[in-house]
């Protein structure tokens, strides 16, 4: 079975412009999170989705969105692009809420010129 | 959630146990311990988890003392693809979306 998918793998953008990254979680699961990972620091949660619905929120201004899809994939959409943003962008999906396992995506690498 | 301290950096000679060390004082009754690792320019991989009782998989094992304050994952005859970033993790069931990474520590297997 594949694992979580993500694209694209890297990305270079300019500042002010807008980034959509994509997810595909392990078929059947459920449940989607978001994690942005700073160099040399451990990754930061910015959402989580179950169901199509928000189910968490991390630290992250509004610029930073995400939705759901009814096949479970999940999209991350960063507006007004600054250059702290440039970051490794993790998805990782488990097959319910409150499940233990997460498994994680190789991530989308943005860089922000 | 409750925090975690752990060392930054370890190493440790090829085919020897691995044991990582991780403080959690302000652990909860209700908070379980989640062990993830990250090998350079992947996304984290889950090791293990427990809540009191120690634990043991195929890929390690998972001490937790009584009073559940800090823990110790042990890798017990750790090769070169060991080598990575390993997060000790407190958090509820329910969090487990919502994982609170800290620095970790990076372990160096050497020959």
């Known amino acids: 079975d594949a694992g979580v998918t993500q694209s694209p793998t890297h990305l270079i953008k300019t500042r002010g412009q807008q980034v959509t990254l994509r997810c595909s979680p392990i078929?059947?699961?459920?449940?989607v999170s978001w994690y942005q990972q700073v160099l040399g620091q451990g990754p930061q949660f910015i959402f989580q989705?179950?169901?199509?619905?928000?189910?968490g929120r991390g630290n992250f201004p509004d610029r930073f969105s995400a939705r759901q899809f009814p096949n479970y994939s999940s999209e991350l959409n960063v507006n007004a692009l600054l250059l702290g943003d440039s970051a490794l962008y993790l998805c990782?999906?488990?097959?319910?809420?409150?499940?233990?396992?997460?498994?994680f995506g190789p991530g989308t690498r943005l860089l922000v010129l | 959630d409750a925090k975690t301290t752990q060392p930054p950096s370890m190493d440790c000679a090829e085919g020897r146990a691995a044991n990582l060390p991780c403080n959690h004082s302000t652990i909860s009754g209700n908070e379980y311990v989640y062990w993830y690792r990250q090998i350079h320019s992947q996304g984290p991989q889950y090791i293990i988890h427990?809540?009191?009782n120690n634990e043991t998989n195929e890929m390690a094992s998972l001490i937790i003392t009584e009073d559940r304050k800090s823990s110790t994952l042990i890798l017990p005859h750790a090769t070169l693809r060991d080598t990575a970033v390993y997060y000790c993790?407190?958090?509820?069931?329910?969090?487990?979306?919502?994982?609170?990474f800290g620095q970790g520590t990076t372990l160096q297997v050497k020959p």
């Open positions: 078929s059947g699961h459920k449940s």
């Open positions: 427990g809540l009191k």
């Open positions: 990782a999906s488990s097959s319910e809420l409150g499940v233990e396992t997460q498994y």
């Open positions: 989705y179950y169901e199509k619905e928000e189910r």
């Open positions: 993790i407190v958090g509820r069931s329910s969090n487990t979306g919502k994982l609170i």
